[in-house]
């Protein structure tokens, strides 16, 4: 027989016990109060002269004596079984709530109600009602010795915990309303242990490792286990006379965090239940009987919450720190930000996602030794948690089982797929097309935009082997200013380099991000330098002068606050670990913290004559019929940028397909004169026309 079926049987007996034990005492106030009423008929048949037998009961009742041995008879009985380890139900409900023996007892009552069939009849023989066959507070005053009158108020462990259902309609005295056990409590009562029915609908079970066994194929990385040691050494030294303190964990990866969590209270024997902040209801009565039915259930069952605030508004804040005060337990919360309101002691805990080399071992561990050179590629490029990454691994590596080309540009195309999802919202995905050999600038911005490519692709080697990150807090990042006049390449650039290293390009939108209310600019920007930290993608701000402006003097609370975003932009741009590219034909308006934290500042010339003449060649597509007498050098005298002759390349082909001919120089210059006049630049119309030149007759 093991351990729980053992418990059950003297849970079992303690509760026949028990009921037995309701039932006598039942019987003996009945005995008693027919003996009273006895007694007051010979007193009246004295009075009269006239003696008569008193009618007996309709149901024959030992005597005094013989009840009350055997109501001694189940007092030991029931004492014995509580002296179990661990104890009967009842017991352990009185422990863990706080109930006192008088408690206990009309606990017993309302619950025999549910058990035996008998005692509805029984107590309303007992209130010599037979209106009446329910328990109330004046038959458990009359039942039980060591009655307290305070098990009325609303605060006796027997109402605060919702153990009893009152009916008391209108104005009927409380002593006297029905009272009933509740259901969740007649069932643990019985042994049967399980969270209550009202919470379900409200609750998520969190798989644990001893729910999953996957779980135990990957074990956490070693800084995420050493946060699970911190964590649990703490809670174990938590004193009984002490309330436990709320476990905040804040960053953005909720993945990372919930595994940490379950490995924490799978530690410690508890099951993870998960709640979203928006789920807590509004009203007061429910928000009442969710909070104390809550805490009910985690003195009741081996417990832990997992709170997700997805919002930190107002309300959810308000609602949050209500909880927290009227809840215990082990409670862990999923934020952000360190901003929780209570009084409860917290330990706040940043919980990040693995480190580069922790992930360049999963890596290596889920591709079962294929594609060797990726791990370190991937872990330096992307940052994906353990789930993640065994997600990506075992999808590919089903896609591609025999080459092993094929699984490293599959695995590659993955991850970029992959990150996207947490850039979508907040940036504009550039399609990449330009190539290194259309983008046409000096040499010594060529080596420049060769460097940054470089330090992009061998940081980790730097970093992490090397040992500069040991040495160094910020500037882990790479951070680029491309300046110059519009149309002289900054874009193409960018689209270049992201060609280059194969990654995604995000033009920043600063109508997403920039806001009216104060701090929502720069939670919005947090939000964007996290998730392009974890995609690896490269962030492009074009007009950063928008952006990046200088910082003003303080006139007025619009200043202030207009400089605090500066200020965390300044913070945020040193601590970014990726590629970071601005762009802006105002360098002036730029703040000088910024120029001091960037590592690269690439000044884009306006092209010259033969700078033009080369993009000139290029700028028709293979596919374009052009006319193969076209004057470059000609068109190279145009003092045009590379973006201005983009559009009078394009506005040209559309002149020659309405033509249905080859595009030829009259409708290039016809293209370029319109470009000119758009750009309000001084020309002549001489300068745009053509003839064709004449053959010299040698």
């Not at 965090?257 to 379950?262: I, L, N, Y």
């Not at 992307?382 to 691994?393: E, G, K, V, Y």
């Not at 470059?632 to 506005?651: C, M, Q, V, W």
Request: proline letters at 5%; aromatic letters at 8%.
């Amino acid at each position: 027989m093991n351990d729980q079926t053992q418990w059950m049987e003297i849970n079992n007996r303690h509760l026949a016990a028990r009921v037995k034990w309701i039932r006598l005492r039942l019987l003996q106030t009945i005995l008693q109060a027919n003996a009273s009423k006895n007694e007051k008929t010979e007193l009246s048949n004295k009075w009269i002269k006239r003696r008569r037998k008193p009618k007996s009961d309709s149901r024959p009742v030992a005597p005094q004596r013989e009840y009350d041995q055997r109501v001694e008879l189940a007092v030991q009985e029931m004492q014995e079984l509580e002296s179990h380890e661990p104890p009967p139900a009842l017991k352990l409900i009185a422990d863990r709530l706080g109930l006192s023996r008088f408690d206990c007892n009309v606990l017993a009552l309302c619950a025999a109600m549910e058990l035996d069939g008998r005692i509805a009849d029984l107590c309303a023989r007992a209130h010599g009602d037979p209106r009446k066959p329910y328990p109330t507070f004046a038959l458990a005053f009359q039942l039980f010795d060591d009655a307290e009158w305070n098990a009325l108020s609303p605060h006796s462990p027997l109402r605060y915990w919702r153990l009893l259902e009152i009916n008391q309609p209108g104005t009927q005295p409380l002593t006297s309303a029905s009272l009933g056990a509740d259901e969740r409590i007649v069932n643990y009562l019985k042994g049967l242990n399980y969270l209550d029915d009202r919470l379900t609908p409200l609750l998520d079970t969190i798989q644990t490792e001893s729910t999953d066994k996957q779980s135990r194929d990957g074990p956490l990385p070693p800084s995420q286990q050493e946060i699970v040691r911190n964590v649990v050494d703490r809670l174990r030294h938590v004193s009984p006379i002490e309330r436990m303190p709320v476990i905040e964990f804040l960053g953005h990866d909720s993945v990372s965090k919930r595994m940490v969590a379950s490995r924490i209270v799978d530690t410690l024997g508890l099951s993870l239940y998960g709640i979203n902040i928006n789920t807590l209801p509004s009203g007061t009565g429910d928000f009442e009987t969710l909070t104390r039915l809550w805490q009910r259930e985690s003195l009741l069952m081996p417990l832990a919450l997992y709170i997700d605030v997805d919002a930190t508004g107002d309300h959810e804040k308000t609602q949050l720190k209500r909880f927290l005060e009227r809840s215990s337990g082990v409670v862990i919360v999923d934020l952000e930000d360190a901003d929780t309101e209570t009084t409860r002691n917290r330990i706040s805990i940043e919980i990040n996602k693995p480190l580069p080399v922790e992930q360049e071992q999963i890596w290596s561990a889920v591709l079962q030794g294929r594609a060797c050179d990726q791990p370190e590629r991937l872990a330096e490029q992307f940052s994906f948690n353990h789930d993640q990454i065994r997600r990506l691994a075992a999808s590919a590596l089903g896609e591609f089982p025999d080459s092993d080309t094929a699984l490293i540009d599959g695995l590659w195309n993955s991850c970029r797929v992959s990150s996207r999802a947490s850039m979508e919202k907040l940036a504009r995905r550039i399609i990449v097309k330009a190539t290194r050999d259309r983008l046409v600038l000096p040499p010594e911005q060529k080596a420049l935009l060769h460097q940054i490519t470089d330090q992009v692709a061998y940081r980790n080697r730097v970093y992490e082997d090397w040992g500069f990150r040991e040495q160094m807090n910020r500037g882990l990042g790479i951070n680029a200013l491309f300046a110059g006049e519009s149309g002289t390449g900054k874009s193409m650039a960018a689209e270049v380099i992201a060609n280059i290293l194969d990654l995604d390009l995000y033009r920043i939108d600063l109508s997403a991000v920039v806001s009216k209310y104060i701090g929502e600019t720069e939670k919005n920007l947090r939000k964007l330098f996290d998730a392009a930290e974890d995609s690896g993608a490269i962030l492009f701000f074009d007009e950063a002068d928008a952006l990046f402006g200088k910082r003003s003097e303080v006139k007025d609370s619009h200043d202030r606050y207009a400089n605090i975003e500066i200020n965390y932009l300044l913070q945020r741009m040193e601590s970014y670990r990726g590629l970071a590219i601005l762009a802006t034909n105002m360098k002036s308006a730029l703040d000088k913290a910024f120029m001091r934290r960037l590592r690269f500042i690439v000044d884009f010339p306006f092209p010259g004559v033969d700078e033009r003449k080369k993009i000139w060649q290029i700028i028709f597509p293979p596919e374009t019929p052009v006319d193969q007498e076209l004057d470059f050098d000609r068109l190279a005298k145009l003092n045009l940028t590379g973006g201005s002759i983009h559009n009078i390349a394009l506005n040209a082909a559309f002149l020659s397909a309405q033509e249905g001919d080859w595009v030829t120089m009259p409708m290039i210059m016809n293209a370029a004169r319109t470009e000119f006049r758009k750009l309000e630049q001084p020309s002549k119309d001489s300068d745009f026309r053509w003839q064709e030149p004449k053959d010299v007759v040698a």
